[in-house]
């Protein structure tokens, strides 16, 4: 049933996108597609920043680099690869418009950069955009539209991780996977199928439905053949651009370990099918692949310092995102990784903190106290963790240490939402409230 489903869904895709492709056609404007389709065909020069202006992905990318010629010509609208890409145009747009976009100059053009050390030829057909959910998904879409999610960067922990990922995105582009996918479904679909789709999906919802993960890459499901096809080109691509040849073997141990760690039973089970990388399948046979590939390499670098310099602003931020998914386990030992080198402690002690303060189990109040003790030794640990203190000496009647805790809170986040109500407290603790 499942895979009817799926089949279903990307069958009616491609009767979406032939639908697109002719209004497109129809239209002597075309303004998303021609928009998109103009910054893909001109090498424009470089762009000025300008200081505390939030600038869109295209302009950052700009600034990065002039943008080379893109390798491919536009299709005809009037084809199926040609519709994917009308298709493609709209769901980055919508990225465009969305507000989980990541509009940060600096990280743009750094990734922009990773990406083209490993796209080679292919530089100029990619449109990065950073989007910030909190799981690990990176896809780029036939028309070269790419996105690179907040939970991925979070869990990369190199530049040269990160290049064998944005690598292996660029091999199903390459290869143009969604399009032999998209060709093989519908070649096996009957006419009683396709009467049926066109019945059950006359509306929105299964193009909303494929819509939602921002890419069509991520719909397809690509078969085990090319998500190895994938790792191999991405493997190669990564080491020709002068990368550690283990960075995608040890990122997917990671990830599969991660799975592991999960609260969830069902994910558990499921392996990475069903959780942080479900549009990707892993194996470990494409683990052993890639240690056997690496076993051959040579050199190559990590650059892991550069890569934590580049995400250490947004690790809070993403941090506090990732909790949101309630899945302590996995959110656990994604602390512990960035915690190896001994970096960034205060942020990551604060939100060990955090983790046991919500999850409330057996001993988890004195362990949140703890890591959030731990944290406030740290020079970087969020002004939240000596309100949280604040909160535990309150509840145990430390009165004098609930007013230094929360003074100190306020001191260090002076624009903080809850300043009035802590501020209250501290006047009742003090005395001077009911």
Not at 74 to 101: H, V
Not at 301 to 317: D, N, V
Not at 350 to 371: K, P, S, V
Request: charged share 25%; with cysteine.
């Amino acid at each position: 049933m499942k895979r009817l489903l799926a089949a279903a869904s990307v069958l009616a895709l491609a009767l979406a996108t032939e639908a697109a492709a002719q209004e497109t056609q129809a239209s002597p404007e075309a303004p998303i597609a021609s928009a998109i389709a103009q910054d893909v065909a001109t090498g424009v020069e470089p762009i000025a920043a300008t200081p505390d202006v939030a600038i869109s992905p295209s302009a950052t990318i700009q600034q990065a680099m002039t943008r080379p010629a893109p390798s491919r010509v536009r299709p005809a609208i009037n084809t199926d690869e040609g519709g994917l890409w009308g298709m493609s145009d709209r769901t980055e747009q919508e990225a465009r418009n969305s507000g989980q976009l990541e509009n940060d100059a600096a990280l743009n053009a750094y990734l922009y950069e990773v990406a083209c050390r490993v796209a080679a030829d292919a530089c100029g057909d990619i449109r990065l955009y950073v989007m910030n959910r909190p799981y690990f998904n990176a896809s780029m879409a036939p028309n070269g539209y790419t996105e690179v999610w907040s939970g991925l960067l979070l869990r990369v922990e190199d530049e040269a991780q990160l290049a064998f990922v944005l690598g292996h995105e660029i091999g199903h582009y390459r290869e143009r996977h969604s399009l032999a996918m998209l060709r093989t479904i519908r070649s096996r679909a009957g006419v009683a199928m396709v009467f049926s789709i066109i019945t059950v999906g006359a509306g929105v919802g299964i193009i909303g439905d494929i819509v939602y993960l921002g890419t069509i890459a991520s719909v397809f499901g690509f078969s085990r053949e090319n998500e190895s096809e994938a790792d191999m080109i991405g493997f190669d691509h990564a080491v020709a651009a002068g990368y550690d040849a283990h960075a995608g073997d040890l990122l997917w141990q990671n990830l599969l370990a991660e799975t592991q760690a999960s609260d969830n039973p069902d994910v558990r089970r499921q392996e990475t099918r069903g959780s942080i990388f479900r549009t990707h399948p892993l194996s470990a046979d494409r683990v052993e692949a890639l240690e056997e590939r690496a076993a051959a390499a040579t050199g190559g670098e990590t650059h892991r310092e550069r890569y934590r310099a580049a995400i250490r602003p947004f690790l809070g931020e993403w941090l506090r995102s990732d909790l949101r998914r309630r899945d302590y386990g996995q959110t656990a030992l994604l602390l512990d990784r960035l915690g190896a080198h001994g970096e960034d402690l205060g942020v990551i002690e604060y939100y060990r903190g955090e983790i046991n303060r919500l999850r409330r189990g057996e001993g988890d109040r004195e362990r949140a106290f703890q890591h959030y003790s731990n944290a406030i030794a740290q020079p970087d640990a969020p002004a939240a963790a000596w309100r949280e203190l604040g909160e535990y000496a309150s509840r145990d009647g430390r009165n004098a240490d609930a007013v230094a805790l929360f003074t100190t809170y306020l001191e260090r986040a002076p624009q903080a939402g809850d300043r009035a109500l802590v501020e209250a407290r501290i006047q009742q603790l003090s005395g001077g409230g009911q």
